[in-house]
């Protein structure tokens, strides 16, 4: 199956080649099922989740059925409808090998999840479906901290349906191979705000994919990605909104800022629109560039150590995209302070 995996020659796996990741480390962890669990399942169910539901329909991706392969079944969370679950639901040991939820938010119901994905090295592959029902709001956080010899791949599939509120925020610090990819499905007149951040050092390749599928009219999305890469990192976002002609009436923007620190490390964005409809608003833009070196000027002729204005410098560029997330924000900090 190792032979099967997606690779360079594949339009949308052009920069990251999963195939050839796996053949360079043979890590441990391909051909097993993941332990991870939530944190946890007792605490959900004393909370008022079910930790029962319908499993997600057969995966028609290569990642999804090497994760059905593997797995060990299906965890599956329903929230009923109309609840409020104010602590965030939390997802961890997702360490090595495969590992399939299925999370339902029912409708006018309200859930946060928080994911970390966290292992030194090793194979992890994470197939995740949301969905979040009519008029329901749901929060994700993705924490991704693995090794520099972890490969990750991660796929969420988000469908929404009509009135439903998401948001999405995201960190990662990349490995030998890091993937996050986000699928949306927008069945009805939705609202999306998603961002997130990717800081790579060494030799560290994180790709961060977003794919939104309006097939409705009226929604509203917002999508932006900030990244920074130094010494021989490599950062990729691919970002595309699909318009099916019935999503009229659709507003929608994409995003993606990167920070070169090194001239040997690479950046490869590609945003994209698929647009079949004729009365929307969509829009994207990419940027890529270095540090305002007139900003870094005016703070070292104010006495700040330019190490420290660097630092600060990128924490203020990332952190608009971080939001209210102290904790990911804390982990910014502590990469800028290995950085220096």
């Known amino acids: 199956m190792r032979d099967q995996l997606p690779h360079r020659g594949l339009e949308a796996w052009k920069w990251s080649d999963l195939r050839a990741a796996v053949a360079a480390r043979d890590p441990d962890g391909f051909d097993a099922a993941m332990q991870a669990c939530l944190h946890g399942p007792e605490e959900a169910s004393q909370t008022g989740l079910g930790l029962c539901g319908p499993a997600p329909a057969e995966p028609n991706d290569l990642m999804g059925r090497i994760a059905a392969e593997y797995a060990d079944g299906v965890m599956s969370i329903v929230v009923p409808d109309g609840e409020t679950y104010l602590r965030p639901l939390e997802i961890r040991d997702m360490e090595t ?3 399939r939820f299925r999370i339902e938010v029912g409708k006018g119901a309200t859930l946060n999840v928080v994911e970390v994905h966290k292992s030194e090295a090793g194979f992890a592959n994470v197939d995740i479906h949301y969905v979040v029902r009519e008029g329901a709001t749901f929060h994700r956080t993705v ?21 439903a509120d998401f948001g999405q925020t995201l960190l990662t610090f990349g490995g030998a191979f890091t993937r ?7 069945m009805g007149a939705v609202s999306v705000d998603m961002s997130g951040a990717y800081l790579l050092g060494g030799a560290r390749h994180a790709d961060i994919t977003h794919y939104v599928d309006f097939a409705a009219p009226g929604s509203t999305v917002r999508d932006s990605v900030a990244g ?6 490599r950062g990729v976002f691919q970002g595309k909104f699909h318009v099916r002609r019935p999503a009229q009436k659709t507003d929608a923007e994409m995003r993606h800022d990167a920070l070169m620190l090194s001239e ?3 950046i490869n964005a ?8 004729d009365d929307v608003e969509c829009a994207h833009g990419n940027t890529i560039g270095q540090l305002d070196e007139a900003a870094l000027f005016y703070m070292r002729q104010r006495g700040i150590p330019e190490v420290q204005a660097r630092a600060l410098l990128i924490e203020a560029f990332v952190a608009a995209r971080l939001g209210e997330h102290a904790d990911l924000l804390d982990r910014v900090r502590a990469w800028l302070e290995a950085q220096s």
């Open 228 to 233: 920074v890469v130094t010494d021989k990192s």
């Open 270 to 277: 590609k945003p994209e629109l698929e647009i079949y409809a």
């Open 97 to 99: 090998g495969h590992a």
């Open 180 to 186: 996050l990819e986000t699928r949306l499905a927008c």
């Open 143 to 163: 924490l991704s901290q693995d090794g520099a010899d972890m490969i990750r791949h991660v796929r969420a599939h988000v469908t929404l349906w009509d009135q």
């Open 264 to 266: 040997t490390a690479k």
